[in-house]
């Protein structure tokens, strides 16, 4: 006898337990009949959809779903009941609020209508609303993105092909008139023309960095596992082909191995290295180093050289398009391969940063 009670004082705490558990939940927890009339409701209703759970029960989820979705409501039912035993159905639908607006639940369902107590089907359903509108202000901003995108490839391909016939018909016919009308010049006719044959050729270059960096800010990225120590490698071995006469000393640290976009990452080491060879032009003997180490506990790649360096006082005008800190007499260039490195890694979710010092040296590092 005394085992007995025991076991229905056990029982009897068992039911008390899931019962607070159930009436303290957060989620909506209702139990209805087949047909869908609403058998049992947790109080979160109230907070959920503004309830008392007396109000809905014995109500039929028919009267609360939105007729938009209401097919899919009696599908979703269907499903439940056809699932004896302990299935779960995944559901989600529109629900009206008491104040009349709609709120997103979504939730499982399970079937328990052979149940020797519950007998019913068992919905344990969860507000998403806030989700839902997120995601549509995401889908609103990758549509307006897509059109921006778009009007910037047709302004990319007006520049292409709008500027660059004027452009060039004015280089090609300052040239003539410099090759074939040379004798009818004075040197100061023929240093203005040279000039605005330099400020042609220079546009056209400009053209082609604006053209480069709209493609980089608009390519799509395929993410694949990419050696940078064998990239770097790579664009060294070139450099010192197309000019061997530069004493220059690579040092490129092995195995650094990354996931991205192997063409966009190889741009990124062929500015950054193309660079540090340009600002090590006039060392007798230079130094170019590639490797990485540990910032903020991310691995932080870099490219060093011991070349012209910077400022530092300087440093935020590096990575903006058409930034120089250095003439043109000093050191060839337009401004647009830092700027391009810059959004490369800012695609790959990673930041990119600057140290130097004049006469010193430059490291430009990233994060991936």
Request: glycine fraction near 8%.
């Amino acid at each position: 006898m005394n085992e007995s009670k025991q076991v229905e004082k056990a029982l009897r705490e068992s039911q008390e337990r899931f019962y607070t558990l159930v009436q303290n939940a957060l989620d909506i927890i209702m139990v209805t009949d087949a047909g869908g009339t609403i058998k049992y409701m947790s109080p979160s209703v109230e907070r959920v959809l503004g309830y008392q759970p007396e109000e809905i029960v014995g109500t039929n989820t028919a009267e609360y779903v939105h007729p938009d979705d209401l097919m899919k409501g009696y599908d979703e039912l269907a499903k439940v009941v056809s699932k004896r035993g302990v299935h779960p159905v995944a559901v989600e639908t529109r629900v009206r609020h008491k104040d009349g607006s709609w709120r997103y639940l979504e939730g499982i369902a399970h079937n328990l209508l052979d149940h020797p107590t519950v007998r019913g089907l068992v919905f344990n359903h969860r507000d998403i609303t806030d989700r839902k509108q997120a995601e549509r202000k995401l889908a609103q901003r990758a549509a307006e993105l897509a059109i921006a995108n778009t009007e910037l490839e047709q302004f990319a391909h007006s520049i292409s092909h709008d500027l660059r016939a004027p452009l060039r018909s004015m280089t090609s016919f300052s040239q003539i008139l410099i090759e074939d009308h040379a004798d009818e010049l004075d040197e100061e006719g023929k240093d203005y023309l040279k000039r605005v044959v330099a400020a042609g050729q220079r546009m056209g270059q400009l053209i082609d960095g604006l053209l480069d960096l709209s493609r980089v800010t608009r390519a799509e990225i395929h993410r694949e596992t990419v050696d940078l120590s064998d990239l770097a490698e790579g664009i060294a071995e070139g450099l010192k082909q197309g000019h061997p006469e530069r004493q220059v000393e690579f040092v490129i640290k092995k195995s650094l191995v990354v996931e991205g976009d192997r063409w966009l990452l190889r741009l990124v080491l062929e500015n950054l290295m193309d660079n540090a060879w340009k600002f090590t032009g006039k060392q007798p003997r230079a130094c170019i180093e590639f490797g990485v180490t540990v910032h903020e506990s991310t691995s932080a790649y870099f490219v060093r050289d011991d070349g012209a360096g910077f400022d530092m006082t300087h440093a935020d005008k590096l990575f903006g398009v058409f930034q120089r800190l250095h003439s043109a007499d000093e050191f060839e260039g337009m401004g647009v391969g830092l700027a391009t490195v810059a959004r490369i890694v800012r695609r790959h979710g990673g930041w990119v940063w600057a140290e130097g010092e004049v006469n010193r040296g430059a490291s430009i590092y990233f994060t991936l």
